[in-house]
RNA sequence: UGGGGCGUAGCUCAAUUGGCAGAGCGACGGACUCUGACUCCGUAGGUUGUAGGUUCGAUCCCUACCGCCCCAGCCA
């Protein structure tokens, strides 16, 4: 499935790299895209993507993946093989695929190298004691007595730290910095911690000392060569402590970090701690639920991964916060697929037409196009039979001139066939209508019937050679567009987030269909098949989103 | 109340760095149509957060306010 190629739209970050490229400070750029592995991907991550990737692709250059897994306690292999799942179903090859635990020896020998020009002190406070001595936003912090320790002493104590002779929380490596500083984040930050007992995904039981993201981060950059440094805007404030370690090591490279806003989307919730409790709370089936704003949610389903990059490039990239309306993803995947999905026919909700005066025992075979403006998606054959299935919403018995679907005594036409007329609604005892007898105008195939015009088109198929199948349709996660805005995000879970139609039948081309395959069921929406739970003999669909639908919204019933 | 950011149409973003405030999406209306889709045409929508100042001229420069976001993890 593919789509046209459209140049990324130019931004800040693109229009600074053109600069720096101009004014000749680098040969090529370098960027890297460096997720936590402590859950899956979101859409949120497919904008830090696609901005990263695509810069490499178009200036180009090079992007790498490398895991920020400084923190053991929370990372699991499991995470890290769905992200790089998830970068290449977007479309996207790293240059190079890193961990930042690459660099933990490397990382150790610079800390030694703070501590012997006195940029780095083993210090002593507990955990409280550092948060007393931090002081507040409006307060000044205390210099830890530990601050003056000999040069001899730090490294002889960063030493043990490694060596595993300290409990946890004991002891920390800290940058001598200001603890006057009106940034926080440079009042003697934390460089290294001990963890014991752990086994990291990466290095096992090596350490049981971890590095901070604070200083791990620019080391890694620096590394790797990375000329662009691309993050979220909460690491603004961390800039100056990305800057005052690198100007402070002995290290060759000096990444320029630039900051830019995170994605958020309305009726739905980025954060990874909110998507772990979800998948925890057992809210939905799994980080892969197709309701979930996860990449992985998204896959399965029906997004195309072209989809979601047109999407990260129509939303822009600026240091403005906002949130971004569902119907632009939505319209992504329209957009994409109205041009290259073939279209079908499901009943959803059937109610059953018999064709009095079709022949009981025939069946007409009808060529239909795959595509209305694509005749390169080729046509299908389609089985109409005496008896058929029409969707309940299609027939009134008596409706406004508005309405253009089947009504008693009305005509309409069946999609790709004959125009139809109703004589007789057949109810069961407790007055719902059960079946429509109709008649159909043999004169009407491909051409419009004489003298009168019928301007309802409505979607059918064979009641006797139709397919069962399953159809989830899904709805917006949360009731609220921002959720949790003002209390806990619990309460705007949308209890109508799923609805199962078990009863919906398709026309017999798609029992065939494949799970990489979209399909628009026409006046319905964009369908594909559940990945999971899909069987050969009962196939699911799910519906990745309707069509746009401008009735629906026009006050009718 | 310290520090760092951000305010342009309902939403997302532009505006050649001081020269008539635009686009896409959405909304609304119409045309077309064997999908109430697609496509096409059109309309509405703005005190550029507010108030001053500089200037012939300010979204842009200056000042002061207002609002929103982030920061006091041995998380990232």
């Known amino acids: 499935m593919s789509g046209e190629t459209t140049s990324a739209p130019s931004n800040f970050i693109r229009q600074i790299i053109e600069k720096d490229l101009q004014a000749g400070k680098h040969a090529t750029i370098h960027t890297r895209f460096p997720p936590e592995p402590n859950g899956y991907l979101h859409i949120g991550h497919a904008k830090s993507i696609v901005l990263n990737f695509g810069i490499a692709e178009d200036f180009p250059g090079s992007c790498n993946l490398r895991f920020d897994d400084t923190n053991p306690a929370k990372e699991e292999e499991e995470f890290v093989e769905a992200i790089k799942e998830d970068v290449v179903w977007l479309g996207y090859a790293w240059s190079e695929l890193r961990f930042a635990s690459d660099y933990f020896e490397q990382l150790y020998e610079f800390a030694v190298e703070l501590i012997e020009s006195g940029k780095a002190f083993v210090c002593d406070l507990t955990p409280e004691q550092v948060r007393d001595y931090r002081g507040t936003l409006t307060e000044p912090g205390r210099e830890s007595p530990y601050r003056d320790r000999p040069v001899a002493e730090n490294l002889d104590l960063f030493r043990r730290m490694r060596a595993g002779e300290f409990v946890d929380g004991t002891r920390t490596l800290r940058a001598r910095i200001d603890m006057a500083a009106p940034n926080i984040n440079m009042r003697d930050p934390t460089l290294y911690r001990i963890r014991h007992g752990l086994i990291h995904h990466q290095t096992g039981a090596e350490w049981c000392i971890y590095p901070m993201y604070d200083y791990t981060h620019p080391i890694s950059d620096a590394l790797e060569g990375i000329t662009h440094s691309l993050c979220t805007l909460e690491f603004e404030d961390h800039?100056?402590?990305?800057?005052?370690?690198?100007?402070n090591i002995t290290i060759g490279c000096h990444p320029r970090q630039i900051e830019f806003a995170r994605l958020n989307l309305e009726?739905?919730?980025?954060?990874?701690?909110?998507?772990?409790?979800?998948?925890?709370?057992?809210?939905?089936?799994?980080?892969?639920?197709?309701?979930?704003?996860?990449?992985?949610?998204?896959?399965?389903?029906?997004?195309t991964p072209e989809s979601i990059r047109r999407f990260c490039e129509a939303i822009g990239v600026t240091k403005a916060e906002g949130t971004v309306e569902m119907g632009v993803l939505e319209n992504s995947l329209r957009g994409h697929l109205d041009a290259a999905a073939p279209r079908r026919m499901a009943v959803l909700d059937p109610l059953k037409v018999v064709i009095t005066n079709f022949p009981a025992d025939a069946t007409e075979t009808l060529q239909a196009g795959n595509h209305p403006k694509?005749?390169?998606?080729?046509?299908?054959?389609?089985?109409?039979?005496?008896?058929?299935?029409?969707?309940?919403?299609?027939?009134?018995?008596?409706?406004?001139?508005?309405?253009k679907r089947l009504v008693l005594d009305g005509e309409v036409r069946l999609r790709n066939a004959y125009v139809i007329r109703c004589n007789e609604v057949i109810k069961d005892g407790a007055g719902n209508i059960i079946e429509l007898r109709c008649a159909y105008d043999a004169d009407t195939l491909g051409r419009n019937p004489e003298g009168r015009k019928v301007r309802g088109v409505i979607h059918w198929?064979?009641?006797?050679?139709?397919?069962k199948a399953e159809v989830r349709l899904y709805d917006r996660l949360f009731k609220s567009p921002e959720p949790g805005r003002t209390h806990d995000f619990h309460q705007d879970i949308n209890p109508d987030s799923l609805r199962v139609l078990q009863d919906c039948v398709v026309e017999p081309s798609l029992a065939e269909g494949r799970v990489d395959e979209r399909f628009q069921f026409e006046r319905e929406g964009y369908f594909c098949l559940d990945s999971i739970d899909s069987r050969p003999g009962?196939?699911?669909?799910?519906?990745?989103?309707?069509?746009?639908d401008s009735w629906g919204k026009k006050a009718d019933e």
């Open 461 to 467: 198929v064979s009641a006797t050679l139709g397919k």
């Open 239 to 247: 800039r100056p402590l990305y800057d005052w370690v690198l100007d």
């Open 538 to 548: 009962l196939p699911v669909f799910n519906r990745i989103v309707s069509l746009r």
């Open 374 to 403: 694509d005749e390169s998606l080729g046509t299908r054959e389609l089985l109409l039979t005496r008896e058929i299935y029409i969707d309940r919403a299609d027939f009134r018995e008596q409706a406004n001139k508005k309405y």
């Open 267 to 303: 009726y739905t919730v980025m954060s990874k701690r909110k998507l772990t409790q979800l998948v925890q709370e057992k809210r939905v089936y799994g980080w892969d639920d197709p309701r979930m704003p996860t990449i992985a949610g998204l896959r399965r389903r029906g997004y």
